[in-house]
């Protein structure tokens, strides 16, 4: 299986400020990386998928990037509402893998 | 709009049975295929399995000797039976339609292994 291994674990930040989130995979998964938003009451959004498309009606400052193993999460200018646990996942082979968390809090 | 809903009881016995129903709207079982994932408490979510547009499946070899995936094209429902549940497979288990991975989600349901 491939292993996602996603970093920070906590990412303490401030409104307004940029941040990454990384996630690194086991071997190369050719771009077939998605990010997640999941909000305390469990609700779950997709907001990039295939390493750097940004879904429909998702907000500009979230971009993604990547190759080969290593990928991405930007948030350009932090609001309220991107305070959030954030997942990555590879579609690349089964089964399907996520990693294993940020929790994007306020500092 | 595409919705998709998790059914089922809360609360199961140790080693018995789990049966899920995910009741999906807004788009065809025979257009899009759908997955089971899971999340215990705390923890990053886990694939479970996928019920092809076709009417194939796909497991999670972790979890393939006790899992079963169906669907009733007629009725708008895929079902998740996993058998000899444990107290590890306590957590909320989504449902998601799949397009480049899970897309959308449902709300989840939470499903607790205790006797």
């Known amino acids: 299986d491939i292993q996602l291994t996603q970093s920070p674990s906590t990412l303490p930040a401030s409104l307004g400020e940029r941040v990454t989130i990384s996630c690194r995979a086991s071997q190369s998964i050719s771009n077939s990386l998605n990010w997640y938003q999941q909000k305390p009451d469990g609700t779950v959004k997709r907001l990039i998928y295939?390493?750097?498309t940004l879904e429909s009606g998702v907000p500009s400052r979230f971009s993604g990037s990547g190759s080969g193993t290593d990928y991405s999460l930007s948030i350009s200018s932090l609001e309220s509402e991107d305070f959030a646990m954030y997942y990555c996942?590879?579609?690349?082979?089964?089964?399907?893998?996520f990693g294993s968390g940020t929790k994007l809090e306020i500092k | 709009q595409v919705q998709l809903k998790e059914s089922g009881p809360g609360l199961v016995q140790p080693s018995e049975t789990l049966s899920l129903t995910c009741t999906v709207s807004g788009f065809s079982l025979t257009s899009y295929s759908v997955s089971w994932v899971r999340q215990p408490s705390g923890k990053g979510p886990e694939w479970m399995g996928r019920?092809?547009?076709?009417?194939?499946?796909a497991y999670n070899s972790a979890l393939k000797s006790r899992l079963s995936i169906s669907r009733d094209t007629s009725k708008n429902q895929v079902f998740l039976k996993m058998n000899s549940l444990q107290t590890d497979d306590t957590g909320t288990y989504y449902c998601?339609?799949?397009?480049?991975?899970?897309?959308?989600w449902g709300q989840g349901v939470m499903v607790t292994v205790s006797s």
């Open positions: 019920m092809w547009y076709d009417g194939d499946t």
């Open positions: 295939s390493t750097s």
């Open positions: 998601t339609r799949d397009r480049r991975g899970s897309h959308y």
């Open positions: 996942l590879q579609y690349a082979t089964y089964p399907h893998t």
